[in-house]
């Protein structure tokens, strides 16, 4: 089980069923995000009266968001390619790289977030809204979730170097990483562009 | 928040349990300071991560459930036994059956079937634990905090009272202000991140820390059932989440997902409900039929007929689960082709369901039936869930279900359901695992005691329940005039419902004294088991198995008895991993409870500085690179000379 | 353990006679009306094919617990091993679908069936009523003859009604057994529902989906009346009973228990429920609960139904609604 052609965050068995742990808690948040989604579409044309998608969502600043996060989950793979490498500092830098990424993305969406405040959309405007900030906001604090977790691993990293156990924890965060990506192309194309064509 | 708002006053029967509730609590700490057992309770249960103590406390946590929602269960019968009872008010009622409901599905059945399942798995697989028994650990302490927290309800600031269902409009705000059914979106929520938890640990537990060579068509049928059940837990409970999710923003921040105003749709909530309730049931429902295939196989001593075919139908019953919820509510006002494909899809699971009832009875034809108190209970379990299925087909068929819709008949049917389905398996495995356990069984008379009050007093609570059904009662009603002549069947249901109380004390009394006066000298196998349970020590050691065994077939252990190939060599042992205790499980699990009690009340910024104390347990756990220790050889060749004898 | 079974024995001796009495007086197989009878029709299908495979079951099940149970004499007996059985497998596999099959013909049938106005009814123009469930009282619209009854329904017999179905709060269920079986009310939705009394008479109706404290008292009778004195009831109620003004409306939306009344007009000049804006006349307030604390506003229910009924024979008796439920 320990050849050298398998990778370091795979040697052992523990490691092996963590990671398999994490798929399957994967395929639950799958689940979550669907219920979601699903639930969104129900209420996406209950406005009550309240601003619908098209008149409040600003394009510009969604496809701002989504070239800095499909950036960061480029970067964590980057930082995955320099672990297997063994490469610490490379991995440190571009791991650091991805957060800085990640922060943007969130402060780019509490921006934005506070912007349909201002137009009088808050969560408790209408079903429609309601909907909305709880995807968005599920999907926001998950991100919040990874930065916090990831920062904690670099820690980890930076101290007791690339081991099997370091690694397969920092494997781990980032297919929750990449993870979050996917959903967040989900959420543009069937929240914000179908939002816009109305 | 005044204090007599925050305590529940003013009912007679409620100050009584606060009384109680205080004295045992003082009670209770008073004689563990006594016993000077605060370190043993610590260091043995409460940081414990070894998956048979984890199922011990699932089971008592279960036990205890049991006495308080049959209590409950006992209250309703008293206040319909006669027409119109003042014994207890409507809002009382309407408490008393809400807290019933959830408490038997979820703090009851869950915590008994996955305490069962966390005995027993591992150990017929032949594994040394869980696959991660940290989060083992975690996911009972929230499930514990969780119906901990619903609990207190019923004292402290008021129960929930819009059903186990909860079905919005009424579930909102606007209809039941009082923080009730706060309890219910926040207590459920946490227990459910602990059950979601086991359900990934089981999954990954059963594909990856088999024994070498059980394949998977060589897997004792109930790891079959608890592997399905457990895949059914992952794509199910984040259903349950997410509404839960928005009732609590709806209560507690007044958005509208599910409100009457301003776009909410309450439909939305039973659609979410019954997207994860339905297949809820068969999580509960399939681990039992799993135990009642190891009893019914064991006390024929017969292999199982059909395993083939009952391990696809399980997996038949778990697909079509995901697909019948719109059966909960036909009366919605479908289309007629929507409630004729659901009626479709409910009617289909009978054909899986029986093939297994067929399976059973053929594993014990041509076999020979010992009437142990486990096999009494699979027994009976035959002829009422079939009552159980018969009335489900009937309330399949759309059409019809416009006269059963909540009346009594639909209560009598998921009880016959329900009741057969799981409290009879978990009486049965608990019969037969306890020795596993504890390394004595449970007496047998006093069993039979236990076993004929409660079945007898199951059929005479239940059976009534179809007739009122058909004459016009609805559920829920907590009174009803003489006029409508239900008054004798439900008279007769309610000295039924003492008489199965009866037996649950006979249950009780039997636990009581098998502890006490029970012999110990059982052995590892005392029923002359098909499986890898049985293969080691009774009660088992904490690392499982010396040796991890290896299986060439199905019921290997069965045949490794016939061949005396049972034992183990010296020159095999070798040191054993084992995971070390870990205070991080119950300091998360007493976080998320301080963290929910307030959002329960709505005290925001209490709310938020106490979460800080579940980012503390979080961080920790993150830094932990706690390793585990070894069993050292000689430890391990002591332990098992105790009753094997003389290694060779 | 001689007397436990002795005593279940005795048991059983006195339940079944108790079950027989019971059953062929039971609301669901005493249908009065076409949709109910069909719905019953299907109901003792279904019962027939259950009690079958009841039997085959439980007869089965004791044969082989009786045959194969342990003996003492027998401790070294050691069974066959069996693998199963393709050809019996098959078997059971294959008579469930077959029953499937049995069972979803009739079911589809009636689904579709009573969706729809009754056979032999298809000439009549239905008469329409808007139901609105409230807590915890029935409120019915005749929108063409203009007049609003409460807790009771009059229908002229052997003639389709179809109600249209809406709640101003909280989700009901509205169940006729004797005439239709039932359907959900709520709020910012309309279900219908087709109903016909075969013959004058009085019928049980009731919310089966809880809504509160309330919801225990949430019965209404139905009132099937020749032609004729149906049209003299709305005559006499046209002439005799009060309008109904916003106000009283709104009062009458409160979370009460109250009895029968009457109305010229309607509410559905000012609201229909099904297309929203119940949320003004909701207070949550009303809704607080106080432990041991008094039914909701039961002051109320006794004063107001004398005076604002309408005399007509029927209702006299207007104190217990479930004089609907005859045969008792």
């Not at chain 2, 011990?56 to 209250?75: K, Q």
């Not at chain 2, 979410?272 to 196989?297: N, T």
């Not at chain 2, 005392?526 to 499982?544: I, Q």
Request: charged letters at 15%; hydrophobic letters at 50%; one cysteine or more.
């Amino acid at each position: 089980m320990t050849q050298a052609n398998t990778p370091l965050e795979y040697r052992s068995h523990q490691s092996q069923m963590n990671i398999l742990g994490f798929w399957i808690f994967l395929g639950a948040e799958i689940v979550l995000f669907s219920t979601l989604f699903a639930s969104y579409f129900v209420l996406e044309h209950n406005t009550a009266g309240g601003p619908a998608g098209q008149d409040i969502f600003i394009l510009k600043d969604v496809l701002i968001e989504t070239f800095l996060l499909l950036t960061s989950s480029f970067t964590a793979g980057l930082a995955i390619h320099f672990m297997r490498n063994n490469a610490k500092n490379d991995m440190i830098v571009w791991t650091i790289v991805t957060l800085l990424l990640g922060a943007g993305f969130l402060y780019m969406e509490i921006n934005e977030f506070i912007h349909y405040v201002h137009e009088g959309a808050t969560i408790q405007t209408s079903g429609f809204t309601a909907a909305f900030f709880t995807l968005l906001g599920t999907h926001g604090a998950h991100v919040t979730f990874g930065i916090i977790w990831i920062s904690l691993l670099l820690f980890q990293i930076a101290k007791r170097g690339i081991t099997e156990k370091t690694s397969s924890k920092f494997f781990i965060a980032s297919l929750y990483w990449h993870f979050l990506d996917v959903v967040w192309i989900f959420i543009f194309t069937f929240v914000y562009l179908k939002g816009m064509v109305g | 928040m005044s204090l007599d708002e925050f305590f529940v006053t003013g009912d007679p029967l409620i100050l009584g349990s606060q009384i109680a509730i205080g004295l045992t609590m003082v009670g209770l700490v008073a004689l563990i300071t006594y016993l000077k057992r605060w370190k043993w309770l610590w260091r043995e249960w409460f940081t414990t991560v070894d998956h048979k103590k984890i199922g011990i406390m699932y089971i008592l946590a279960g036990v205890l459930m049991f006495f308080r929602g049959g209590v409950d269960g006992l209250l309703m019968k008293a206040q319909t036994s006669r027409p119109e009872l003042g014994f207890l008010d409507a809002q009382h009622y309407d408490e008393i059956f809400t807290t019933h409901g959830v408490i038997m599905i979820l703090f009851m059945a869950m915590p008994l079937l996955i305490g069962i399942m966390n005995v027993v798995v591992p150990l017929q697989i032949g594994a040394r634990d869980v696959a991660f028994p940290k989060l083992n650990a975690l996911s009972f302490w929230l499930f514990f905090v969780g119906a901990m927290l619903f609990n207190i309800s019923f004292v402290i600031g008021g129960s929930p009272d819009a059903g186990w269902t909860s079905y919005f409009p009424l579930a909102g705000k606007e209809f039941t202000p009082g923080v009730g059914n706060n309890y219910y979106a926040i207590a459920l929520q946490i227990a459910g991140i602990g059950t979601l938890a086991t359900g990934i640990n089981f999954v990954v537990t059963i594909i990856k820390m088999r024994a070498p060579g059980m394949s998977w068509m060589k897997m004792p049928i109930f790891t079959w059932t608890s592997f399905v059940t457990s895949i059914l837990i992952v794509a199910a409970f984040p259903i349950f989440t997410v509404a839960l999710a928005f009732m609590s923003l709806d209560r507690l921040f007044g958005t509208h997902f599910f409100t009457v105003a301003a776009g909410g749709d309450p439909m939305l909530w039973l659609n979410l409900f019954w997207l994860w309730g339905h297949p809820e049931v068969y999580i509960v429902v399939l681990p039992a039929f799993g135990m009642f295939s190891e009893v019914i196989a064991t006390f024929s001593r017969k292999n199982l007929f059909g395993y083939k075919s009952m391990v696809y139908a399980v997996a038949g019953i778990a697909f079509l689960s995901m697909l019948v919820w719109v059966h909960h509510f036909y009366t919605m006002g479908n289309s007629a082709a929507v409630n004729s494909i659901f009626s479709l899809t409910t009617i289909m699971i009978a054909i899986p369901t029986g093939v297994k009832i067929f399976n059973w009875l053929f594993t014990m034809r041509k076999g020979r039936i010992e009437f142990s108190n486990a096999m009494l209970w699979s027994l009976a379990f035959i002829p009422c869930f079939t009552i159980g299925g018969v009335t489900g087909v009937m309330l399949a068929m759309a059409a019809a279900d416009y006269q059963y819709h909540n009346t009594m008949f639909l209560v009598a049917h998921f009880h016959y359901v329900l009741i057969p389905g799981v409290v009879f398996a978990v009486f049965a495995g608990l019969y037969y695992w306890w020795p596993k356990m504890f390394g004595f069984k449970l007496n047998e008379k006093i069993g039979k005691w236990h076993f004929w009050l409660f079945v007898i007093g199951f059929n005479m609570t239940f059976m009534p329940m179809f007739f009122v059904g058909l004459d016009g009662m609805s559920r829920r009603m907590y009174t009803y005039s003489e006029s409508t002549g239900w008054a004798p069947w439900l008279g007769f249901s309610a000295v039924g419902s003492v008489v199965m109380a009866a037996g649950f004390a006979a249950l009780c009394y039997n636990i009581y004294w098998s502890f006490r006066y029970a012999s110990r000298d059982v052995g590892s196998d005392p029923w002359n088991g098909r499986t890898l349970e049985w293969a080691t020590a009774s009660p088992a050691p904490h690392y499982n198995f010396a040796v991890v065994p290896e299986v060439d077939r199905i019921d290997d252990f069965w045949y490794k008895k016939k061949e005396g190939k049972t034992g183990i060599k010296k020159s095999d042992l070798k040191p054993v991993h084992m995971p070390s205790n870990s205070w991080t499980p119950i300091f998360l699990g007493v976080a998320f409870g301080i963290v929910g009690f307030f959002l329960v009340f709505e005290w925001f910024t209490l709310a938020v500085i106490s979460s800080i104390l579940i980012v503390i347990g979080l961080v920790a756990n993150s830094f932990d690179y706690d390793d585990g220790y070894h069993i050292p050889v000689d430890e391990l060749e002591e332990e098992e000379r105790e009753w094997r004898g003389e290694l060779k | 353990m001689k007397a436990l079974k002795r005593g279940m024995l005795l048991l059983t001796m006195l339940a079944i006679p108790l079950f027989l009495a019971g059953c062929d007086r039971l609301i669901v197989f005493d249908p009065k009306g076409p949709i109910a009878r069909s719905l019953t029709d299907l109901i003792v299908y279904s019962i027939i094919f259950m009690l079958v495979i009841v039997v085959v079951i439980f007869v089965l099940f004791g044969y082989i617990v009786w045959k194969y149970r342990a003996r003492k004499d027998d401790g070294d007996f050691e069974p066959k091993e069996e693998k199963g059985n393709h050809t019996l497998e098959i078997i059971w596999f294959a008579i469930p679908i077959v029953i499937v099959i049995a069972l979803m013909i009739p079911t589809t049938k009636t689904i579709y069936e009573v969706e729809d106005v009754p056979q032999g009814y298809e000439e009549e123009e239905p008469l329409v009523i808007h139901v609105t469930s409230a807590d915890w009282k029935w409120i019915f619209s005749y929108p063409d003859q203009d007049i609003e009854t409460v807790n009771y329904v009059n229908i002229p017999a052997d003639h389709p009604v179809q109600f249209k179905m809406t709640s101003a709060g909280t989700m009901q269920s509205f169940w006729v057994p004797e005439l239709a079986g039932q359907k959900y009310t709520m709020a910012n939705m309309q279900t219908k529902l087709y109903m016909v009394a075969d013959n004058p008479g009085s019928y049980y109706g009731r919310n089966t989906n809880f809504n509160g404290r309330g919801y225990a008292h949430m019965d209404f009778e139905v009132q099937a009346l020749e032609r004729d004195d149906f049209n003299e009831w709305v005559q006499e109620v046209k002439d005799t009973a009060n309008q109904l003004t916003e106000d009283e409306y709104a009062e009458l939306l409160k979370p009460t228990i109250i009895g029968r009344k009457t109305y010229n007009q309607t509410h559905l000049q000012w609201i229909d429920h099904a297309h929203g804006g119940s949320e003004k006349y909701l207070n949550p307030e009303l809704y607080e609960i106080h432990h041991g604390g008094e039914e909701p506003a039961a002051d109320e229910q006794t004063e107001n139904t004398e005076q604002e009924q309408v005399e007509t024979e029927e209702n006299a008796s207007e104190s217990s609604s479930h004089e609907g439920h005859s045969h008792h």
